[in-house]
């Protein structure tokens, strides 16, 4: 531990401590003693068992003294109640009875020190060391509960994210063969009703799956440069309706707040998922704030337990009035599944959707809360230098669009390939299929006409979409490459994007997605004639 640690006591604040001492002359020789050596403590004195089992009750307790043998009472009695109740708290022996055989057998029993009354001198250094020691053991403990609660997201992660990426093929199927069919349908077909409440019911599944992927960090992100502010204005009639007319709605922006960098719809699920979550605290109606700052931290001002460095931030605070929340409860509200609701009122994903989302946008969040005194979330997002960027092109026309192009599809689901085989004929384009990357490269190298796409899956048995999109590079470094999956595990994208150039599509994707996606990439390829939509 770097430096020396400040203790109550020492200049600061007066150490809280019991003494269980018998003679009122050495009790207060003891007291004079440390106050003398600047050691200020609020002492209470007691001689009985009944006494000092209700003074391990103090909540604010640093220290405890003790004589050997008292009439009514013993020292390692004393000592063994306070191994039970709060073993956290040093435990000193004071006594002029105590022999070596004595001493020996209090430190196996867990005292923390022993003084001689005849050699009082040594009391204070004593004081000062039990007092540095336990705050090492409480920050190595804490450090210790830290990491515990890393390895246990982390697990829980790479297992939410396989289950999301089984779930997301199957979504994108069931999304998929759904839309053909509706667009096949006359419009007033009354299929279509039932064809909408499919694909109402998929695409709340994969708002789900999308959680599961946000707080594991495996989400592709789409980040752009962007105003916080402008986010938080357009969210404001949503965010109204959200929270009802019972509860007030105050947005304070800062002017002078600088751009961000993270996935505009990933923000936005941010500031959703914590305004309900301040609304469902607030059942009687209350107050919600939702404000932005920009903020320059230094060292000593950085955030308890984040990994973010020095610099400059745009901080989002949303505060509420709502009921609050406990230690217990604040230190497992980022935890997936865990919820403080109902059955049926809440999937427990909310918040560690929003954990998820930030950290993977280079972000830090924390909570402050009192039970009755309302909570809140403060969101630290790096401020960057970048120009706020244009709108994207619109391409959301793609029913009519005809394609020549040679597509290479490189994906291990059957179902997927069926999919994508319709999707593509459907739409004029030709298509080739390999089931993993060595049968792409197979393919490839066979082929003697262009390719002009590649689109691989990222995860599959043997060689993975990057190991292919890298070859090919090599072979053929003519054709475009679209990765997609239901997730992913590599690290280049699960802390922000691809490489420059690349592109990706995130599963579940509608077929108007996956052709929208393609026409994006085509349009970038070198020496193609039009730079719109190829339509007949």
């Not at 217990?328 to 403080?340: K, S």
């Not at 990706?504 to 193609?528: A, H, S, Y």
Request: a negative charge; charged letters at 25%.
């Amino acid at each position: 531990m770097a430096g020396s640690p400040t203790h109550k006591g020492q200049g600061k604040s007066s150490l809280k401590v019991l003494h269980l001492e018998d003679n009122p002359n050495d009790a207060e020789l003891v007291h004079s003693l440390l106050a003398q050596e600047g050691i200020i403590c609020e002492i209470v004195q007691m001689e009985t068992q009944e006494e000092f089992v209700a003074g391990l009750e103090r909540p604010d307790l640093d220290l405890i003294l003790s004589d050997f043998s008292l009439p009514s009472f013993d020292g390692l009695t004393a000592l063994t109640l306070t191994q039970l109740k709060r073993p956290e708290i040093p435990f000193i022996f004071v006594s002029g009875t105590l022999g070596e055989e004595s001493a020996v057998t209090t430190l196996q029993c867990g005292a923390t020190d022993y003084i001689l009354k005849q050699r009082l001198t040594r009391l204070p250094a004593a004081v000062r060391r039990a007092l540095r020691e336990a705050q090492e053991k409480a920050e190595r403990k804490r450090l210790e509960e830290q990491l515990r609660q890393a390895q246990k997201m982390e697990a829980i992660g790479h297992l939410a994210g396989g289950i999301a990426h089984d779930f997301n093929n199957l979504l994108t199927v069931i999304i998929g063969y759904t839309q053909l069919v509706w667009s096949s349908l006359p419009k007033s077909d009354p299929l279509r009703s039932e064809l909408d409440q499919i694909k109402f019911a998929a695409r709340r599944a994969a708002t789900l799956t999308g959680q599961l992927l946000a707080f594991s960090r495996q989400q592709m992100l789409a980040p752009k440069v962007l105003d916080l502010n402008t986010v938080l204005i357009n969210l404001e009639p949503l965010l109204r309706r959200l929270i009802g007319e019972d509860i007030t709605l105050d947005i304070t922006p800062d002017p002078a707040l600088g751009p961000i960098k993270a996935d505009p719809s990933q923000v936005e699920q941010v500031i959703m998922n914590l305004a309900v979550n301040g609304r469902d605290a607030m059942p009687r109606g209350g107050h919600l704030i939702i404000e932005t700052k920009g903020v320059d931290l230094n060292r000593q001002s950085l955030p308890a337990e984040s990994s973010l460095q020095p610099g400059r931030y745009v901080l989002l605070t949303v505060r509420d009035t709502g009921h609050g929340m406990n230690a217990e409860t604040q230190a497992r509200i980022f935890e997936p599944f865990f919820t403080t609701k109902g059955p049926g009122k809440g999937t427990g994903l909310g918040l560690s959707t929003v954990y998820g989302i930030v950290m993977q946008s280079g972000g830090h969040i924390r909570v402050s809360s009192e039970p009755d005194q309302g909570t809140t979330f403060f969101i630290y997002f790096p401020r960057v230098a970048e120009e706020l960027g244009l709108a994207d092109a619109d391409l959301t026309q793609t029913a009519d669009v005809r394609g020549t192009e040679t597509i290479l599809l490189v994906e291990d689901e059957e179902m997927i390939r069926g999919l994508a085989r319709t999707i593509f004929h459907t739409h004029g384009y030709h298509l080739l299929e390999a089931r993993d990357g060595q049968e792409a490269l197979q393919i490839a190298e066979q082929h003697q006409r262009p390719i002009h796409l590649v689109i691989t899956d990222m995860v599959m048995p043997g060689m993975g979409g990057r190991e292919l999109g890298q070859r090919l590079r090599t072979s053929r470094p003519e054709t475009k490459l679209l990765y997609m999956s239901g997730y992913t595990d590599d690290t280049i994208i699960r802390h922000g994007g691809l490489d420059p150039g690349l592109a990706f599509i995130q599963k579940p994707f509608t077929p108007e997605d996956l052709i929208r996606k393609v026409l994006e990439v085509l349009m970038d390829q070198p020496g193609r004639p039009d730079a719109s939509p190829h339509q007949p």
